[in-house]
């Protein structure tokens, strides 16, 4: 199973726009980051994990031609802003794209993208069909268990996917979840920055303080803003515990 980080910036992208945050290029392409947001290919299954503002630059940029399943986070605009270009993978897989996510995200996403649903769809636009089920499911040679995590007071869905765990945008996670985690290769989780902490998201602190607690032997940083500099950072970690940077592709054992 492959993993490409098809984004690990967190929401308003790095460097920033309109000079809010480190804007200066470190010189350091890791420093540049594009919308967190994930892709998982087995022999027979390609998903996406969330479709943020950057997903059609991201899908060419990494050579996407299938999806078959869409899983999404939560509701947040830099995660779902890039559902509309989709449209090219219906027209060319001639199906409806799969999605699983929240109960909200599935209300949050009919009524943002209404011209995508209902009685009035506008022709030609995206076909998904959302199921909200939290329940473990298998889908061609993936098991897939939706994580339940807390994103300040909304909860949100992190994905296991077969030996992989995926969190992003979480600041606490239950100890029922992190019994759904234990026993990952591999766990992708949030960290948004060095410090002080953040009142929906892990500082990097405490995302290596979680990882640590929960003994994954390989684990990835995602959704970072533009003061987490990476070769300055990466060098405080366990060797383990790893900075993600846009289109990094991890082997999943
Ligand atoms: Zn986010
Ligand atoms: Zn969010």
Not at 20 to 38: L, Y
Not at 88 to 105: D, E, G, L, M, R
Not at 112 to 136: A, C, H, L, W
Not at 190 to 201: G, I, K, M, Q, S
């Amino acid at each position: 199973m492959k993993l490409t980080f098809l984004g690990t910036g967190t929401s308003m992208g790095v460097p920033v726009a309109g000079g809010f945050g480190n804007e200066h290029p470190s010189g350091d392409a890791r420093d540049i980051r594009w919308r967190t947001s994930a892709w998982v290919q087995t022999d027979e299954t390609s998903i996406l994990i969330d479709a943020g503002p950057e997903f059609r630059l991201q899908s060419l940029r990494s050579g996407m031609r299938r999806i078959d399943l869409l899983l999404i986070t939560h509701e947040h605009t830099d995660h779902i802003a890039g559902l509309d270009d989709l449209r090219p993978f219906n027209y060319v897989q001639k199906q409806t794209i799969p999605v699983v996510t929240t109960p909200s995200c599935r209300s949050s996403i009919i009524r943002r993208f209404e011209y995508m649903f209902g009685p009035d769809k506008t022709p030609g636009s995206v076909n998904i069909d959302i199921k909200t089920s939290s329940q473990p499911f298998q889908f061609n040679d993936c098991t897939i268990t939706p994580l339940p995590v807390m994103h300040g007071t909304l909860e949100v869905y992190g994905y296991r996917i077969n030996n992989l765990s995926y969190v992003t945008d979480a600041n606490y996670i239950s100890d029922e979840t992190l019994s759904l985690i234990k026993g990952s290769s591999v766990l992708v989780l949030n960290a948004l920055r060095w410090e002080p902490d953040h009142p929906t998201h892990f500082t990097v602190p405490q995302a290596v303080a979680l990882a640590e607690r929960i003994g994954i032997p390989e684990v990835y940083f995602v959704h970072m803003n533009s003061e987490v500099r990476h070769a300055a950072i990466q060098e405080k970690l366990p060797p383990h515990i790893k900075l993600a940077f846009d289109q990094q592709v991890v082997n999943i054992p």
